[in-house]
């Protein structure tokens, strides 16, 4: 007979997996995001033509498959100079969603990662019964995979739930099911394949592996631990041959070209061959151009570009960042931590297995700081969401068991929509980033050393960059900045010198409306309307003095002066925006800095991260 608790998540899991086969596609924007067409369409290719070459079948099935849009981004590699393309990304994942592609599309691929997540849940139950009662152990599980961003990814057709599986199966069938004795022989093979396959898609998660060679040789039992690394070893040469096999190379990530493309219309040539030049010692060499985009792996060999002020910045966002946070996104994973350090903080496996997460984190942070978040594509930390499964395996006991409560209400407030809408949430000026517009986000740390956050946009004015959320302000050809009326809109004024003071032309969309207008300990309340209104404001210093990568190398740094504007405008009206997309926008009034009062920096401020000082001033007219 099946047992009460086991019937309970069978009947979740049940649902959950049945869930994505009755969508139409699978979620907002009705086209493709991030890097998902070269998965989702190379698992389209295995299961239909047997190979990863890309020809025009293949990108036909674009339209096929979302006829709404066209593809953006789809990466594609070649080592004969863009006259054979093969799909750019590892295979791996879509070999392995390719039955359930072949059998539904889309929401196939979706289905396949729902299994994976639903696997995750009874891995992480029953790791948590060995401490618990089944209900509570249960309770957590799926609260840790299911209200947070474990789940968002799901709908992605992308691999982080691959290697969040890859993390989860490796700890779970590496450290066994009793308790710290050692684990069976035959669950090692299999932690080890799991890891692998995980690895060979992001190399860095074999962090995740340590905690089993830390047990095995704590035990001293070095046949285990030769079984263990013998068949990653062996997986791992499995999975380059397969490669090998398809594309003629071990990995796509070592293909000579690499890059994104965007297709209309899939007759035309997707991309231009380049010229090969030919040596007198008969070897191929492609222009160098070329090769710089072909953003391989081998930036993981080059050394570290970080400064230690970056990683003092950036530490706090990742737990905490309105973007980014850990705790944020992943709330159940602080109810870990915090269950951890009350009962687990003795127990030597939970310590490695706790570093060992936070190691995949600190990787990215180290050896790419401007690009540690997840790139132009991602909700939440979507480079270290692969290793988040690894907390749930320092929990042991769950004492008191209340606090899941608080734990699940703030998971509602934080990230229920990501949850309660996981196709994408129907929202003016959409976003992967919609849900950071709930109000309870305002009181999270902005992480200014992201590069290029999606969902915000901006124009220069007066020598500055006037930046904000998409759906709060639109930039105009005539060099007015739109501000949306109704709400608190918060514009980040970014300057390269410090500013003592700033001229503004502000107009309102109708007459008589009352604007709030903030600027550090600046408060002004005025009566604004059609005609313009020109305000002085004086700064009284930057809100923030920071120290980033200059837009035009990431490995240069300078300083930046942040000022947080803030306006609210209580009426608008709702004006047509004749923009790339026509779109209503709710117009509460206009902004433009006509001139701004700049002060030199003193020229003994060398140093990145140093306060500097205003020794003259200048002016700057827009």
Request: aromatic share 14%; glycine share 8%.
């Amino acid at each position: 007979m099946i047992r009460k608790a086991n019937l309970g998540l069978a009947a979740l899991s049940l649902g959950l997996i049945l869930l994505p086969l009755t969508a139409f596609k699978p979620g907002l924007p009705p086209t493709f995001k991030a890097d998902e067409p070269a998965y989702y369409l190379a698992a389209e290719s295995l299961v239909r033509d047997f190979d990863l070459r890309v020809t025009s079948v293949d990108l036909e099935r674009i339209f096929q498959s979302f006829p709404y849009f066209h593809a953006n981004n789809v990466i594609v590699s070649s080592d004969d100079g863009w006259r054979t393309l093969f799909f750019g990304k590892p295979y791996l994942y879509s070999l392995a969603a390719a039955p359930f592609v072949g059998l539904w599309g889309a929401a196939g691929m979706v289905a396949f990662n729902m299994v994976l997540l639903v696997a995750m849940i009874w891995m992480g139950a029953i790791w948590l019964r060995r401490f618990n009662p089944d209900w509570l152990a249960d309770l957590f599980s799926a609260g840790f995979f299911l209200l947070g961003i474990p789940f968002a990814y799901v709908f992605w057709l992308h691999p982080e739930v691959f290697n969040m599986f890859a993390a989860a199966a490796c700890l779970f069938f590496g450290l066994g099911m009793a308790g710290d004795k050692v684990p069976p022989r035959w669950g090692l093979p299999i932690s080890a394949a799991c890891l692998a396959a995980g690895v060979y898609n992001k190399p860095m998660l074999a962090a995740i592996g340590l905690p089993i060679c830390f047990e095995l040789l704590r035990h001293r039992r070095w046949r285990h631990l030769g079984l263990w690394l013998a068949a990653s070893t062996i997986t791992i040469l499995v999975y380059a041959a397969g490669s090998w096999a398809l594309t003629g190379h071990p990995t796509a990530y070592l293909i000579d070209l690499r890059a994104g493309y965007p297709v209309f219309d899939p007759g035309a040539e997707m991309v231009k061959p380049v010229e090969l030049e030919v040596t007198p010692e008969a070897d191929t060499k492609v222009d160098e151009e070329e090769k710089k985009k072909a953003a391989g792996w081998w930036w993981i060999l080059d050394r570290p570009h970080v400064q230690a002020f970056e990683l003092a910045e950036d530490i706090p966002h990742f737990f905490f960042g309105r973007h980014t946070g850990l705790f944020v996104y992943q709330p159940f994973a602080l109810l870990a931590f915090v269950l951890f350090f009350l009962h687990g903080r003795r127990r030597v496996m939970g310590w490695s297995i706790l570093i060992s997460g936070l190691l995949v984190g600190a990787f990215f942070m180290i050896m790419i700081p401007f690009n540690w978040h997840g790139g132009g594509g991602f909700v939440g930390n979507r480079y270290f969401v692969m290793a988040c499964p690894a907390f749930i395996f320092i929990v042991t006991r769950i004492r008191p068991d209340w606090l899941v409560i608080p734990v699940a209400a703030m998971a509602g407030v934080l990230v229920g929509p990501l949850v309660l809408a996981p196709y994408g949430l129907v929202v003016p000026q959409p976003t992967l980033q919609s849900v950071v517009r709930n109000p309870t986000f305002s009181a999270l740390p902005l992480e200014h050393s992201l590069g290029k956050i999606p969902g915000y946009n901006g124009m220069v004015q007066a020598e500055t960059w006037l930046w904000g959320r998409k759906d709060h302000i639109r930039a105009t050809p005539q060099g007015f900045l739109l501000v949306a009326g109704g709400d608190r809109v918060d514009i980040w004024i970014h300057s390269s010198k410090p500013i003592e003071s700033m001229d503004m032309e502000l107009t309102s969309a109708v007459a008589g409306n009352r604007t709030r207008l903030a600027l550090n300990d600046v408060r002004e309340e005025l009566i604004l309307g059609p005609e313009a209104k020109t305000l002085t404001v004086e700064t009284g210093g930057p809100t923030v003095l920071r120290t980033d990568r200059k837009p035009s190398s990431y490995f240069e740094l300078m300083d930046f002066w942040l000022y947080h504007l803030t306006l609210e405008f209580d009426r608008g009206e709702m004006a047509q925006w004749q923009g790339e997309h026509r779109s209503s926008f709710y117009k509460g009034g206009t902004l433009r800095l006509t001139e701004v009062t700049f002060g030199e920096t003193d020229s003994s401020d060398s140093e990145p991260g140093s306060e500097s000082s205003t020794s003259q001033t200048t002016k700057s007219s827009h």
